[in-house]
């Protein structure tokens, strides 16, 4: 999420122009995070499932 208070103490001085692109490029920002962050699960939960049909197809070798 952006801070507010942060982000007004860094760009309070220029022009709202400037203002309006970097809260544009911090909400990309955010949204592709969020979007890796959804990714890295999924690939967690793939491996996960491809462990344990590792584990059935061994415990059916024996």
């Known amino acids: ?3 507010w208070a942060e982000f007004s ?3 309070g001085a220029v ?4 203002v309006a692109l970097a809260v544009v490029i911090l909400n990309r920002r955010d949204r ?3 979007k890796v962050q959804a990714l ?3 690939v ?3 491996s996960e ?3 344990r049909i ?4 061994v415990n059916q070798d024996t």
């Not at 022009?15 to 400037?18: A, F, I, L």
């Not at 590792?54 to 197809?57: D, V």
């Open 9 to 11: 103490s860094v760009f």
């Open 49 to 51: 499932r491809v462990a």
């Open 32 to 34: 592709l995070a969020d």
């Open 44 to 46: 967690q939960e793939i």
């Open 1 to 3: 999420m952006i801070d």
């Open 15 to 18: 022009g709202p122009t400037v």
């Open 40 to 42: 890295a699960d999924k």
């Open 54 to 57: 590792e584990g059935i197809l």
